[in-house]
């Protein structure tokens, strides 16, 4: 089976790629047919994250393990786009490069049956330029947190106060 699926970039304006990629592949691969297709060099940090129908981040696949906790991380090259992404879980936030934080919304938008002689991950469509930096982000603060108070309160932060 092939996926048809959107890539659109977080922004006012609308900026998106559209591709086929066969739904057997490794979220892996989709990230290269990402980067590909909008033009990144793609030797950068990037995690998909699972989310629901409000775009609500929730597990991390990450391109590598880079947690110093243990916790196993699920990983790009070991998830298979197919058992991710499905009719009933069709949408997925792809973040690229971490310190500049591009930001994606993937979703699927058709699965269709693979054409012979069509080589995959194909480019389908492609609609608008890419700036030259991310969109800026609007962050929402939260009015009730009390930041003096938190770094008063030495006794509840969890390092020790003698470190150097």
């Given at each position: 089976?092939?996926?048809?699926?959107?890539?659109?970039?977080?922004?006012?304006?609308?900026?998106?790629?559209?591709?086929?990629?066969?739904?057997?592949?490794?979220?892996?691969?989709?990230h290269n047919a990402i980067t590909q297709a909008f033009g990144f060099l793609g030797n950068e940090m990037?995690?998909?994250y699972t989310c629901d129908d409000q775009w609500n981040q929730?597990?991390?696949i990450a391109l590598f393990d880079?947690?110093?906790?243990?916790?196993?991380?699920?990983?790009?090259?070991?998830?298979?786009?197919?058992?991710?992404?499905?009719?009933?879980?069709?949408?997925l936030i792809y973040?690229?490069?971490?310190?500049?934080?591009?930001?994606?919304?993937?979703?699927?938008?058709d699965i269709v049956e693979k054409e012979d002689?069509?080589?995959?991950?194909?480019l389908l469509f492609s609609f608008g330029e890419l700036p030259e930096s991310p969109p800026e982000k609007k962050?929402?603060?939260?009015p009730s947190f009390?930041?003096?108070?938190?770094?008063?309160?030495?006794?509840d932060l969890d390092f020790d106060e003698n470190w150097n």
């Open positions: 089976m092939i996926y048809k699926i959107r890539i659109i970039l977080d922004a006012e304006e609308d900026i998106f790629r559209d591709i086929e990629i066969a739904a057997d592949t490794t979220l892996e691969e989709l990037a995690s998909f929730d597990e991390e880079m947690s110093e906790s243990g916790d196993q991380v699920r990983l790009m090259n070991e998830t298979f786009l197919e058992d991710i992404m499905t009719e009933q879980t069709p949408k973040v690229y490069d971490f310190l500049s934080m591009w930001t994606f919304f993937v979703e699927l938008a002689g069509r080589a995959y991950p194909n962050f929402k603060a939260d009390d930041f003096d108070d938190t770094f008063e309160n030495y006794d």
